[in-house]
């Protein structure tokens, strides 16, 4: 798809102008394909099956984002609730470069329908595509943005939904060498293609060479371990008894001193989302697109929860 004219604005405007422009797009779609009454019986029928899904860094508009496998996850886990914790859209991608195909249209489109059908759907903006929290109370096409949210459990746990940025010490005093740090990060991704596009034609399974260089460099480490210190303890001052994040790019789900930590991961790489179940269990699945079979999935249960808290009104 070519750029809408309003790319040619100001940096601070294009990537919201283009947004809106592909949003407006969907809505449009949408609005033209009614919805037959038995289909949406029987999504809600489906629905039942998980309480809320959590998923955060699609980054749409880049190359890098594994649309289709993310329509693939959508389509088998329906949900009563769907979290979009941030970096959605790159909106800092896109001032740079248009890139929208049409596998990134229908996320959007399936977004719209699953709130057409019945599903609160809720939007908390990230960095990337903070030019929505201006919109924080609003709705659009039925997706609720918020810039914080509280998802509370089954069993009466009050999660803290928030897309993390906030506590990330480059974004907040020095967003130049953030922006920086993202151009790194889109090349180790075009990188990390081509070498995949190599171990593919050897036989050799997918390997993802930021996660490596995550995992390995000492302080990249430390970073890691010291937002999801600062993540979980904010959330434990404000009362709640977890959180839920993305902004890393880590799944992960853990106590930390007492407070449950889970960030649900992204869907560039690590291709994870964090899903509750009917009785308020919680669970990180690894999503295994076919083209990575040969990874063994490893979904991962809650530890033992701590005792539940009444729910409030």
């Not at 100001?10 to 797009?25: C, D, I, M, S, V």
């Not at 329908?113 to 903006?125: E, H, I, L, Y």
């Not at 269990?281 to 079979?293: D, G, I, M, T």
Request: charged share 25%; proline share 5%; hydrophobic share 40%.
């Amino acid at each position: 798809m070519a750029p809408p004219a309003a790319l040619r604005g100001t940096p601070q405007g294009a990537a919201l102008a283009a947004w809106q422009g592909q949003f407006r797009g969907a809505l449009a779609e949408e609005d033209a394909d009614p919805l037959p009454d038995e289909e949406r019986q029987g999504d809600a029928a489906e629905r039942s099956r998980y309480r809320a899904v959590f998923i955060s860094d699609l980054h749409l508009g880049t190359a890098g984002c594994q649309a289709e496998a993310l329509l693939d996850f959508l389509k088998h886990y329906p949900s009563q609730t769907l979290y979009l914790v941030g970096d959605i859209v790159d909106g800092w991608q896109l001032r740079r470069r248009w890139f929208w195909p049409q596998a990134h249209n229908d996320v959007v489109q399936k977004l719209l329908r699953r709130a057409r059908k019945g599903c609160r759907v809720v939007f908390v903006p990230g960095n990337h595509d903070e030019f929505a929290r201006q919109f924080h109370g609003h709705s659009f096409g039925g997706i609720e943005v918020r810039n914080e949210a509280v998802h509370e459990t089954a069993d009466g746990r009050r999660l803290w939904v928030v897309h993390g940025d906030h506590f990330d010490g480059v974004i907040q005093c020095a967003k130049w060498l953030a922006y920086v740090g993202d151009n790194l990060y889109e090349f180790t991704l075009r990188l990390n293609r081509h070498l995949n596009s190599l171990r593919a034609r050897l036989g050799l399974p997918y390997w993802s060479l930021s996660q490596y260089l995550k995992h390995k460099v000492k302080t990249a480490v430390n970073y890691v371990s010291d937002f999801e210190g600062a993540v979980a303890a904010e959330a434990r001052a404000r009362g709640y008894q977890g959180v839920v994040c993305g902004h890393i790019h880590r799944p992960e789900m853990r106590w930390i001193d007492g407070t449950l930590y889970c960030n649900d991961g992204d869907w560039v790489e690590s291709l994870s989302a964090l899903v509750e179940h009917s009785d308020g269990r919680l669970e990180l699945v690894h999503w295994q697109p076919p083209a990575r079979q040969t990874r063994i999935p490893l979904p991962e249960a809650l530890p033992a929860p701590l005792p539940a808290r009444a729910a409030t009104a």
